[in-house]
């Protein structure tokens, strides 16, 4: 008996039956009505691109640039659909860039959080308290919580299976009908673990 | 008596005598003198501008810039002293920038790394296999590595203490007599832990 070969074996099918499937987010803006009425004039309608993995979300065709007091970057993508509030999602490297300090927060958790403008070709606006480093955090199903055995809010850590291995801890779990299994995290967290396409992560609770 | 409280103090004991000091680098380049001279001239001197963490190591006044396939990045700064061979270390955010695949290597280690041009404001070289990703590593005397219960190559993981808590695994032990205990993370790997001034990490056997 090849006690290696048994644990190696055991692995892959922990791998296989329990892996989270990773996706990066890049930088990108959810508008408010108002703000898009501001920036492409009241009767523009924005022009979807492709939908994105979870259900009822897409990217716009057209971009907006952001502009902090020490940087700009240029050319983020605009998700729908419309919110409420403005939200900005950056990673700490724009951050870092733009000249802000947003905090770490969930999605539309914008108390406190740092401002900046935005701008196109043919207008600006300022968006007050709208810009944040998006928490990690996983998607799921009722079901999926019930196979991992997690609950909706619970922080759990996630070892990503790359060549740069990394355990990402205090990642949330958000469970809705509406979800599809998916792991959300930024442009550092993955360049940090040196992340390639198709990177899978493990569950730790 | 109360169970938490003593955990707790547990916790903070552990912390004050395991912890190492982490040290951000940014992307810097090793000149060899034969590309000192390329650049900077025959009879030229480069200037030390401070000292680094680890003795014998210093940061040059005079800068570079690295010209990719796909973009440039200015002013990196140059660390002395000179080398046998020129070494580039960048972050994959800036690898992204540039557009190359450098692999993820401990210094001095670039069979089959990456190519990039240098250049300064009166020159241009090309370092053949030269650009790397350092690969995260702590350095430490022979007494830390017998207090950590660690030897020199060993592979451990190290659990940075911010408030985006990561623990990055695969961290190479560098064990030397003219070594300082730092560990050497990059700003991927900083920005990804959230890593503010003075953090520190847990080492984990």
Known sequence: MNVDLILKKVMKKIEEDYSIPIEVSARHVHLSKDHIEKLFGKEYSLT??????????????????????????????????????TQVEVSRTDAIKLGIKPPVR?????????????????????????????????????????????????????????????????????VDESYKLNMHIDHDEANCAGCEEGVVGLLIV
């Open 48 to 85: 979807i691109k492709k939908n994105l993995s979870q259900p009822g979300q897409y990217q716009y065709q057209e971009r907006v640039n952001l502009i902090g007091p020490k940087g700009v970057i240029t050319g983020v993508t605009i998700l729908g659909p419309a919110r409420d509030k």
């Open 106 to 174: 969930e999605s539309g958790d914008l108390k406190d959080s740092e401002t900046i403008v935005i701008s196109n070709e043919r207008e600006v606006v300022k968006a007050t308290e709208s810009v944040i480093i998006a928490k990690r955090h996983i998607h799921m199903e009722p079901k999926d919580a019930e196979y991992f055995g997690v609950r909706d809010k619970q922080s759990v850590g996630v070892k990503l299976l790359s060549n740069r291995p990394v355990i990402l801890q205090d990642v949330t779990v958000r």
